[in-house]
């Protein structure tokens, strides 16, 4: 397999069909036309158009960012064409029914051949993966219709789709927006209200934005169940699809970010009056499924964007860990410790113990962090596709329970992935010479959006971990636990490591029922965040186990895979050696209930 600095095929060969076997898939009705040839063809695809369409703009459409003359947005032209080719390749509806034009793959799969994209350009892949929710979250509970009428233009790519849910007054606090939706005589709604942060808001790449958009019904409950979800478009149709009048949906002004500067970010104001549809105010809106029931449907979008988050964060940590590896290979730099003679010739940094120290910290976030993600796809397989409904309620409920993890701990891990691998460029990885510095700005989003990294720590710890009075978490750690067990029957290192593994599953067993036994809901909940990483680490820690096993099960062949899985134990080495320890600190902590941040008083900042 030809070698690329965007991700690894080799690495995702070994993870899709070595480890999770996804070519067991083909043995279910909704698979049943593919094979490992189609599987391996989709992703060969996806890797080549990632680096001939995406990767040569990458950095043209972070230089150049989207503008706003006050008429119109105007993008770089490469972003459009390279959106044209995805549309084309038909990835848009990858798993996705045939009835719709979709290809049937596996998530899994999917989630492989994405991850092109995310690193190739994580700021164009944004627009054709907003439209990808959106489409999907109208298939689960858009009428047939709705389906007809937006996802099937979305799923050409002749129109792209947004999320809109946050306002300036709430944050993320949803609960508290105000946008509103009167009803009309005709069933239709107009929509009047402020929504910022809107990525893909307003642009010049499709016909037309298919904007969700959260706003209540006057009359309905307050706070977060009074919420209803609306199809609002940017421009209307008319009886026969064809485009028609422009809604009442306005863009204020661009946001400019650190990063993702190839991606639109919008404030939008609906129902301005400044284009007034057919004669009348506000902007057109039409219902989602039953009023009320607006954050419940958003969240089918929200949960998918969230592991989207992730692996993007994922895909971002590993272009750069590939980019340091070959910079690290190439650059000569100092002689060996051993050898003092200043006639020697240099050696490349990467004969220097600490640049290895770093390169391996980078393979051991980015390989276990896509290890996770892909794991969460084959677990959304098994949740759609299992034959016995014990099978499919499993994963459903173990997926629920790793969405905050694999949204959080990639965001957090390959970011610092992406700092260490600055530091092995050194000054040039301060400069825009150099792709990494921009992969850091990019990725530093990713522990912001779709949730921060806090608030997916209330989420695993405050909701998840006892939702079905804990059956999440008890699920969980049984599943760690088998993984556990087959390592001890393996004997050797794998059995050796498992035993560190085992004893961290016990302590999270221990801390949470410490924490949700103290009576004290803001003081279990005060510490929430460092729960999430050490939990997080142990689910990484798990994922290294799972894949040396898969590589003891291969032997030890010759040739280039010699080197490969050799790279693999070593990476779980460090996993378990650097990694897994930091979580014993963590769990005393919590453990001890500590009150240092609750006790804080504001002035005393």
């Known amino acids: 397999m030809s070698s690329s600095t965007l991700l690894s095929r080799r690495d995702l060969a070994f993870l899709l069909h070595d480890w999770l076997d996804v070519g067991r898939l083909t043995e279910r009705p909704r698979y049943a036309e593919h094979s490992r040839e189609t599987f391996d063809a989709v992703l060969d695809l996806a890797a080549q158009v990632a680096a001939e369409r995406f990767a040569t703009h990458n950095r043209a459409a972070d230089a150049t960012e989207p503008s706003f003359d006050g008429q119109r947005v105007r993008t770089i032209p490469q972003v459009k064409a390279a959106l044209e080719v995805f549309a084309e390749t038909g990835l848009l509806a990858a798993t996705m029914d045939e009835s719709v034009g979709g ?121 977060v169940k009074g919420i209803s979800l609306f199809i609002v478009p940017k421009v209307l149709l008319d009886a026969g699809g064809a485009l028609g009048p422009r809604n009442d ?53 929200m949960n998918e964007a969230r592991i989207g988050v992730g692996a993007g964060a994922t895909a971002l940590g590993y272009t750069g860990y590939l980019k340091s590896v070959a910079y690290a290979r190439q650059r000569p730099q100092g002689r060996p410790v051993a050898d003092k003679d200043p006639t020697a ?123 079905r009075g804990g059956a999440g978490l008890e699920l969980l750690l049984e599943t760690i636990r088998a993984t556990v067990t087959r390592a001890w029957k393996a004997e050797g290192e794998a059995a050796e490591l498992a035993g ?12 949470t029922r410490r924490l949700h036994g103290a009576g004290d809901p803001e003081l279990a909940l005060a510490n929430a965040s460092v729960y999430l990483e050490a939990v997080g680490h142990v689910v990484i820690a798990w994922m290294w186990l799972e894949q040396l096993l898969a590589v003891e099960a291969l032997g030890d062949p010759d040739g280039p895979d010699a080197d490969f899985l050799a790279g693999k134990r070593q990476a779980a080495r460090y996993f378990f050696r650097y990694e897994l320890p930091r979580t014993g600190p963590q769990f005393d902590l919590l453990e001890s209930l500590d009150r240092t941040t609750l006790d804080t008083r504001d002035t005393w900042f």
């Open 345 to 467: 010739p240099q050696v490349p940094i990467v004969a220097h113990a600490d640049v290895r120290r770093m390169l391996l910290a980078q393979k051991s976030y980015v390989e276990g962090a896509l290890a996770l993600i892909l794991y969460c796809g084959r677990l959304l397989d098994e949740e759609k596709t299992a034959p016995a409904e014990a099978d499919r309620s499993r994963a459903h409920l173990l997926l629920d329970l790793l969405t905050p993890i694999a949204k959080s701990w990639p965001s957090q891990w390959c970011l610092a992935a992406n700092d260490l691998a600055i530091q092995v460029h050194g000054g040039y990885g301060y400069t825009r010479d150099y792709d990494v510095e921009q992969h850091w700005r990019d990725n530093r989003l990713n522990p912001i959006h779709e949730g921060t990294h806090g608030i997916q720590a209330l989420d695993l710890l405050g909701r998840k971990v006892t939702m």
């Open 103 to 223: 290809m049937q793959l596996p998530h899994a799969v999917a989630a492989a051949c994405f991850a092109w994209f995310q690193a190739a350009n994580v700021a164009t892949a944004a627009y054709p993966f907003l439209t990808l929710g959106n489409a999907n979250l109208l298939l689960a509970h858009g009428s047939a219709e709705q389906i007809d009428t937006w996802v099937r233009p979305m799923v050409e790519g002749r129109f792209f789709g947004t999320m809109c849910l946050s306002e300036p007054q709430a944050g993320s606090s949803l609960a508290d927006i105000t946008t509103r939706a009167e009803p009309q005589d005709d069933g239709t709604y107009r929509l009047v209200g402020t929504k910022m942060w809107i990525s893909g808001g307003e642009h010049d790449l499709a016909e037309n934005i298919v904007h969700l958009v959260l706003a209540r019904i006057p009359g309905g409950p307050p706070g």
């Open 500 to 511: 560190r593994l085992g004893a961290a599953v016990d302590r999270i067993a221990v801390v």
């Open 249 to 301: 949906v306005v863009l204020v002004g661009l946001n400019h970010k650190l990063g993702y500067r190839g991606t639109t970010n919008t404030l939008l104001n609906f129902g301005e009056g400044v284009h007034r549809p057919y004669g009348r105010p506000g902007a057109v809106g039409y219902l989602v499924g039953e009023p009320h029931q607006g954050l419940a449907q958003m969240f089918h979008m």
